[in-house]
């Protein structure tokens, strides 16, 4: 099955979010066999986040025993999308049969295994299965599992443009659509000046900022100064913050920004970014 590069993109379009998909890679060793904690098969687990397309799956393996092409072990290698849970396998995707000799077998420059896009991810991983073509391995066979995944690292749309804020008040915005946001890393950082009279002033000024989800809850907050602050008695106190996201989590979330101080505020710039790394 190939990867829908294109229905990826268009995934997160759908939710606010722009930016640039590359490849990321995951490697996990495998061994089963006789004398091994393995006996019938090895099963590896790897945490992907949901929507993300697996661009290939690529490996090595080899047998122990004695030499001889009689004492090769055919084997096979299963890719299986997310389960209802994380113990849970899903169904097979994509597989291959190989052949384990004595000399180590490479596959790394092609990739053997490719999965479509799953709704699930994280918490929720893709399983590569290796296992004899029947029966039990009489040998231990063992070797490397490279996962390589489609991620997309970009900026999530907040809602308006630059926001003043008075001191006392607070302001919500939207942040993505109503389609949610991905499993992954959500950073938050901003930028603001101190308002004189409506027009730049001098002074470093706090202001909070609260991430909030679907539900109503504030999964993420801080109380700090604008990332471009320079001033010395502040500028240890930055507004970024990052939180993360088991599951694709549908709805509307929102940011909260408040101005608890005594001076007014503009050219208030929040900017939200998502990474597709699990947490």
């Known amino acids: 099955m190939k990867c829908s590069l294109r229905l990826f993109v268009t995934l997160l379009i759908t939710i606010g979010v722009s930016g640039t998909a590359f490849a990321e890679t995951i490697q996990k060793t495998f061994e089963f066999g006789a004398g091994t ?15 993300a397309g697996i661009e290939g799956v690529s490996a090595t393996y080899q047998r122990k025993g004695v030499a001889g092409a009689a004492n090769d072990v055919p084997i096979i290698m299963e890719l299986r999308s997310p389960g209802a849970t994380a113990t849970q396998e899903g169904p097979v995707v994509d597989s291959v049969a190989l052949t384990a000799t004595l000399t180590q077998q490479l596959s790394i420059s092609t990739k053997l295994l490719k999965g479509d896009p799953s709704p699930r991810g994280c918490s929720l991983p893709w399983i590569v299965r290796v296992k004899p073509a029947s029966g039990t391995s009489p040998v231990v066979i063992s070797g490397t599992i490279t996962l390589s995944y489609f991620r997309f690292d970009g900026d999530v749309d907040v809602e308006g443009s630059l926001i003043t804020l008075n001191k006392g008040n607070s302001v919500t915005k939207n942040v993505g659509g109503t389609g949610g946001l991905h499993a992954g890393k959500i ?10 009279f409506g027009v730049p002033g ?73 990474t597709a790394l699990c947490p």
């Open 187 to 196: 950073t938050v950082t901003g930028t603001w000046l101190h308002s004189l």
């Open 202 to 274: 001098p002074l470093p000024v706090e202001l909070r900022f609260q991430l909030i989800n679907p539900a109503g809850t504030v999964v993420g907050s801080k109380t700090a100064y604008s990332n471009a602050e320079v001033n010395p008695c502040c500028s240890s106190n930055k507004m970024s913050f990052t939180i993360p996201v088991e599951q694709h989590t549908t709805g509307q979330w929102k940011l909260r920004i408040t101005n608890n101080t005594s001076d007014d505020t503009m050219n208030i710039d929040p900017k939200v970014k998502y």
């Open 37 to 51: 904690a393995n006996t019938i098969s090895n099963k590896r687990t790897f945490p992907v986040p949901c929507h």
